[in-house]
Nanobody, 117 residues
Framework: QVQLTESGGGLVQAGGSLRLSCAAS????????MGWYRQAPGKQREMVAT???????NYDDSVKGRFTISRDNAKNTVYLQMNSLKPEDTAVYYC???????????WGQGTQVTVSS
């Protein structure tokens, strides 16, 4: 099975930056579309950013220009660089892998990001 191990969450002041990492195991990393999702209290889980095996990216409008998703296939790791953080970015952030061949989706355990004003 696919295991996704996330790190990098924490508490940061508004305007600051964080870098989330997600290391994948149990899969051929290059055969997965990777993504970051988040869920704030009282809200549904929403897509933040996705990246294909070829490096094509997609972002939610709320984070465009502030967040950058990237992947290192050699290290089986996907990253989310978060700059100019706002209090409304506060949420649990989840790493996701979507298998291109199987269509199966895997989720990480989630990491808390809290942005104070």
């Amino acid at each position: 099975q696919v295991q996704l191990t996330e790190s990098g969450g924490g508490l940061v002041q508004a305007g600051g930056s964080l870098r989330l990492s997600c290391a994948a195991s149990g899969t051929i990393f290059g055969t997965n579309i990777m993504g970051w999702y988040r869920q704030a209290p009282g809200k549904q889980r929403e897509m933040v950013a996705t990246i294909t095996s070829g490096g094509s990216t997609n972002y939610d409008d709320s984070v465009k220009g502030r967040f950058t998703i990237s992947r290192d296939n050699a290290k089986n790791t996907v990253y989310l660089q978060m700059n100019s953080l706002k209090p409304e970015d506060t949420a649990v952030y989840y790493c996701s892998a979507l298998g291109i061949l199987s269509g199966a989706r895997s989720w990480g355990q989630g990491t808390q990001v809290t942005v104070s004003s």
